[in-house]
């Protein structure tokens, strides 16, 4: 009996350093050394300050700029509230949000009367999502164009600039990073 307490006591310990302190280390060391850039968080980085991230959606609420998709963590794309409201396409709540949400984007732009792409009403899974499909970007162009003064044709040119295509060629659908697209924005609008 005690060699077999002894015995589990050692296995607890060892295990405890492999698992708990070695393995994260050399996982950590690695995506360092291989992937700096995704291990440290897809940071932008702009005049040496950190803006954003690649990864996580941030909201803008000027029609200055491109909207991203509603978020539903915590406030808006708070990483530490991630999360879906767990609504199924037959749930009430949703379909007033999503009605309510299609009406006052409508009230605000008049020229979104044609239908709306699912992901300018619908929240993500994780509700951090950054990226907005084509289709998404191309009917916010008009509205970006008229509110900074520029030509519909360049802010479209824009929106094909930064067309990211479907991870490893067949994984999900083309899409457009709202805030890499906004930073862009920013250096054609008239000052």
Request: proline share 5%; charged share 15%; glycine share 8%.
């Amino acid at each position: 009996m005690t060699k077999t307490i002894i015995t589990s006591i050692l296995m607890t310990v060892v295990l405890t350093v492999l698992v708990g302190i070695i393995y994260p280390l050399a996982m950590t060391g690695i995506g360092q050394l291989l992937f700096p850039h995704q291990a440290n968080g897809s940071l932008i980085v702009r005049n040496g300050t950190v803006i954003g991230s690649e990864l996580i959606g941030q909201q803008f609420a000027s029609a200055k700029f491109f909207r991203t998709r509603p978020s539903g963590a915590g406030t808006g794309y708070d990483a530490a509230n991630s999360g879906s409201t767990n609504l199924g396409p037959t749930s009430k709540a949703l379909i007033d949000r999503i009605t309510h949400d299609r009406d006052s984007l409508r009230k605000i732009y008049p020229e979104l009367d044609t239908a709306l792409p699912a992901d300018m009403l619908t929240m993500s899974a994780s509700g951090l999502d950054p990226d907005i499909s084509v289709a998404n970007a191309l009917l916010q162009a008009k509205i970006v164009a008229r509110e900074n003064n520029l030509s519909v044709d360049t802010v479209i040119a824009l929106v094909d600039r930064h067309i990211q295509g479907r991870d490893l060629g067949f994984l999900g659908e083309p899409h457009v990073n709202v805030l890499e697209l906004n930073l862009d924005l920013l250096h054609h609008i008239p000052k």
